[in-house]
């Protein structure tokens, strides 16, 4: 069986991610598979794309860093640049797609799974929707286009959920911006065949209801109180300053992810409240994930994580409060002929 199935089905476009096994982390080639058939849709006779995934673990966990980390450990990293560099030309083009996109997000949408499922115009999640960015664990920053997300969730709760990677249920999703629409999951077969036979949009509208109560809105004032610090820095110590239970869990993410990261995704967080388009949170991104493996903590990360497992990370910053911003500054320079080329985009 192959790891993605792309087709025509009525007046739908359909990808169904089928990676169950591997909670359908996204492969390079799953990648490029996505960009064909969207492009090849645009001019077909067709209402909408729609896009779903096997099992009931997760709708997407990830990127596949597999092949990454052995070719970084070899050296090369521009398997790397090249695996991101094409991811996010797909992202744009889900996000500026001219026709609706609708996604069934079940169970674990993380990192890259959130840039095929969180771009559309119509994000459907379920009672089992756990969401998260959880890059800053690796030694990333939330990339993929989820950090103008972030940008744009209420107050400082991007801070908050860029550097915590704090997973999140659907009600906090919808809140957050990372979906729009709570319906049941023992619903979605029949919503998924009116779409495909109607391509009437008005079918996921008749089915939404209110999602459970989320947590997010209730703690959202210690979460602007914490995290408008100017930097890393300032957020730290204004949670150990604090003896609550929110302090504490949030100092015990902070305490385990990767400094120079966490600092970065603030500066990219605070730079792009202003931004117009996803391209520029895009570009934002890149200029951190091309120097990662070679500059940044990223080889360490998945060693940590996903090779050894030992979860413990040896990265080259003490702590949250140890990261310079001169540091954090040339993680983030324009990368000028190595930036993202948007010419070849419709």
């Known amino acids: 069986m192959s790891d993605i199935w792309c087709r025509i089905d009525g007046r739908a476009g359909r990808i169904t991610l089928q990676r169950a096994k591997a909670l359908n982390a996204l492969t390079y080639d799953m990648v490029l598979e996505i960009e064909r058939n969207i492009d090849s849709w645009r001019g077909a006779d067709i ?26 450990t070899a050296g090369n990293f521009e398997y790397g640049r090249k695996f991101w560099r094409d991811e996010y030309r797909l992202n744009a083009k ?171 995704t603030i500066q990219i967080v605070r730079r792009l409240r202003s931004a117009v388009s996803l391209r520029q949170a895009l570009d934002m991104e890149f200029r951190y994930t091309f120097r990662a493996m070679e500059q940044g903590d990223f080889i360490e990360g998945i060693r940590a994580a996903i090779i050894d497992r030992d979860k413990s990370p040896n990265w080259a910053h003490g702590g949250p409060d140890q990261v310079p911003g001169i540091d954090v500054m040339k993680m983030l320079l324009p990368l000028k002929e190595d930036a993202l080329n948007w010419e070849t985009m419709p």
């Open 47 to 72: 209402d909408l794309v729609l896009i779903d995934a096997e099992g009931d673990r997760a709708f997407c966990a990830g990127g596949d860093i597999s092949e990454m980390y052995a070719t970084g």
């Open 94 to 264: 889900l996000f500026e797609y001219p026709k609706p996109v609708v996604s069934f997000l079940q169970g674990f949408t993380m990192g890259g799974g959130v840039g095929v499922g969180c771009h559309g115009s119509h994000r459907i999640v379920g009672e089992t929707a756990q969401i998260a960015m959880p890059e800053c664990g690796i030694g990333l920053v939330p990339d993929v286009g989820g950090s103008l997300m972030l940008a744009l969730a209420p107050g400082h709760l991007g801070e908050y959920l860029g550097i915590t990677s704090m997973r999140i249920g659907p009600a906090d999703a919808i809140y957050a911006g990372f979906a729009d629409h709570f319906i049941v999951e023992e619903k979605w077969p029949d919503v998924i065949r009116a779409l495909s036979e109607t391509g009437d949009l008005s079918a996921v509208e008749a089915a939404a209801t209110q999602a459970p109560e989320g947590k997010l809105e209730q703690i959202q004032p210690q979460v602007d109180q914490h995290f408008r610090g100017e930097d890393l820095g300032d957020i730290f110590r204004s949670l150990c300053a604090d003896e609550s239970a929110f302090s504490a869990n949030a100092l015990k993410a902070l305490n385990h992810n990767a400094p120079l990261a966490m600092a970065c």
